[in-house]
Nanobody, 129 residues
Framework: QVQLAESGGGLVQAGASLRLSCVASGRVFSEYGFSKYALGWFRQAPGKERAFVGAISWGGGRTYYADAVKGRFTTSRDNAKNMVYLQMNSLKPEDTAVYYC?????????????????WGQGTQVTVSS
């Protein structure tokens, strides 16, 4: 069984910060190694499609962000703990969404949701004005 579990969402005011966490567990990560997976963050606001937020490479040396969050959000990972994080600063009401973490084993591109093999259930982030 493969599982990605997000946590850290909540209700905050505009300008505040939140840190999302995602822990990976299961046979696939044990057999192939968590560090073999690139990890992405996506979000889905009500009535909108799921959108790419950011991603981090297998070893953590490369990151990639959507223009809407560049300079405000940072993703990092701790391979020893099977964890990935999304630090969100200067939050805006338009950041309100359900945030998902996802893992991809073989893809060299990280933007499209279709390249990700495993998904978490999501955590709600609500930013009030």
């Amino acid at each position: 069984q493969v599982q990605l579990a997000e946590s850290g969402g909540g209700l905050v005011q505009a300008g505040a910060s939140l840190r999302l966490s995602c822990v990976a567990s299961g046979r696939v990560f044990s057999e192939y190694g968590f560090s073999k997976y690139a990890l992405g963050w996506f979000r889905q606001a009500p009535g909108k499609e799921r959108a790419f937020v950011g991603a981090i490479s297998w070893g953590g040396g490369r990151t990639y962000y959507a223009d809407a969050v560049k300079g405000r959000f940072t993703t990092s990972r701790d391979n020893a703990k099977n964890m990935v994080y999304l630090q969100m600063n200067s939050l805006k009401p338009e950041d309100t969404a359900v945030y998902y973490c996802a893992a991809t084993f073989a893809s060299s591109t990280w933007g499209p949701a279709s390249v990700y093999d495993f998904w978490g259930q999501g955590t709600q982030v609500t930013v009030s004005s």
